[in-house]
Antibody, heavy 119, light 107 residues
Framework: QVQLVQSGAEVRKPGASVNVSCKAS????????LHWVRQAPGQGLEWMGI????????SYAQKFQGRVTMTRDTSTSTVYMELSSLRSEDTALYYC????????????WGQGTMVSVSS | DIQMTQSPSSLSASVGDRVTITCRAS??????LNWYQQKPGKAPKLLIS???SLQSGVPSSFSGSGSGTDFTLTISSLQPEDFATYFC?????????FGPGTTVDIK
């Protein structure tokens, strides 16, 4: 069945970087856009950015410009999200979600990856 | 960026109640409005896309309406499994934004 499976929980110190992966199965990665959304503990959903796995083009939320990089490896059907210069406020659950088209809803989500930032 | 607001932020209801949640966009988003349900410890689940299109497998007790700036999610008869947090989301612009959420809990 269609699935997005994310990598496991991470713990980082302030100033470090983290790389979270999202592996697609049950469908062709390049036929859907892939978004990243995060959720701080007890908070709402915050959109971070989008990657088109077909050509690797990206668009990021202004808040994360310069700190986030999204890439893909079509040979393994995996998308990656790297967030750098981590601070305590980046502690959150990070989700990937796919969308059929650029302006479409996110119809399948990964299970989430907890990233904790603490000294 | 387009700002999304929801009301109420939380509500208490009983099984069988009719529940309505409102979402408002800071500018016209036509029908580029989606609704998600999230339960504790779980990823969001898409309920309704394009303001009123029910996703496959979602009970018909859920419905969505609206266009422009004002939208509603209605649950016609609340079931025990419907107690959750509901988020709206605009996909009109590529700086996608979510509403702050509405938590529906048991009265």
């Amino acid at each position: 069945q269609v699935q997005l499976v994310q990598s496991g929980a991470e713990v980082r110190k302030p100033g470090a970087s983290v790389n979270v992966s999202c592996k697609a199965s049950g469908y062709t990665l390049t036929r859907y856009f892939l978004h990243w959304v995060r959720q701080a503990p007890g908070q709402g959903l915050e959109w971070m950015g989008i990657i088109n796995p077909r050509d690797g083009s990206t668009s990021y939320a202004q808040k994360f410009q310069g700190r986030v990089t999204m890439t893909r490896d079509t040979s393994t059907s995996t998308v990656y999200m790297e967030l750098s210069s981590l601070r305590s406020e980046d502690t959150a659950l990070y989700y990937c979600g796919r969308a059929p088209g650029l302006y479409d809803a996110f119809d399948v989500w990964g299970q989430g990856t907890m990233v904790s930032v603490s000294s | 960026d387009i700002q999304m607001t929801q009301s109420p932020s939380s509500l208490s209801a009983s099984v069988g109640d009719r529940v309505t949640i409102t979402c408002r966009a800071s500018q016209n988003i036509r029908t580029y409005l989606n609704w998600y349900q999230q339960k504790p410890g779980k990823a969001p689940k898409l309920l309704i896309s394009a303001a009123s299109s029910l996703q496959s497998g979602v009970p018909s007790s859920f419905s969505g309406s609206g266009s422009g700036t004002d939208f509603t999610l209605t649950i016609s008869s609340l079931q025990p499994e419907d107690f959750a947090t509901y988020f709206c989301q605009q996909t009109y612009t590529t700086q996608f934004t979510f509403g702050p959420g509405t938590t529906v809990d048991i009265k």
